[in-house]
Nanobody
Framework: QVQLVESGGGLVQPGGSLRLSCAAP????????MGWYRQGPGKQRELVAA???????NYADSVKGRFTISRDNAKNTVYLQMNSLKPEDTAVYYC????????????WGQGTQVTVSS
């Protein structure tokens, strides 16, 4: 079973910063688009940001200019730097690895809670 291991969530005040990390097995990481999704209370899961193997990025409009996704291909790790956090960023954040070798396949982390509150 493929495991994506997330870390870095927590409680932060509005305007603060957090960095999430997600480590994946190398065999999956190297062929996958890596992404971060989130699911807030009473909401559906939504894409926050994604990054391809060559570094092309995509962001949700709500986080553009505040969040930065990056990947370290040597460490098989993807990061989400979150700045200027707002209460509406409160959610469980999930790491995702997606590839389309033969069929589209998604792998998910266990989720990490991010709470933005004063």
């Amino acid at each position: 079973q493929v495991q994506l291991v997330e870390s870095g969530g927590g409680l932060v005040q509005p305007g603060g910063s957090l960095r999430l990390s997600c480590a994946a097995p190398g065999s999956i990481f190297s062929i996958s688009v890596m992404g971060w999704y989130r699911q807030g209370p009473g909401k559906q899961r939504e894409l926050v940001a994604a990054i391809t193997g060559v570094g092309t990025t995509n962001y949700a409009d709500s986080v553009k200019g505040r969040f930065t996704i990056s990947r370290d291909n040597a460490k098989n790790t993807v990061y989400l730097q979150m700045n200027s956090l707002k209460p509406e960023d409160t959610a469980v954040y999930y790491c995702n690895a997606r590839h389309s070798i033969l069929v589209v396949t998604n792998y998910w982390g266990q989720g990490t809670q991010v709470t933005v509150s004063s």
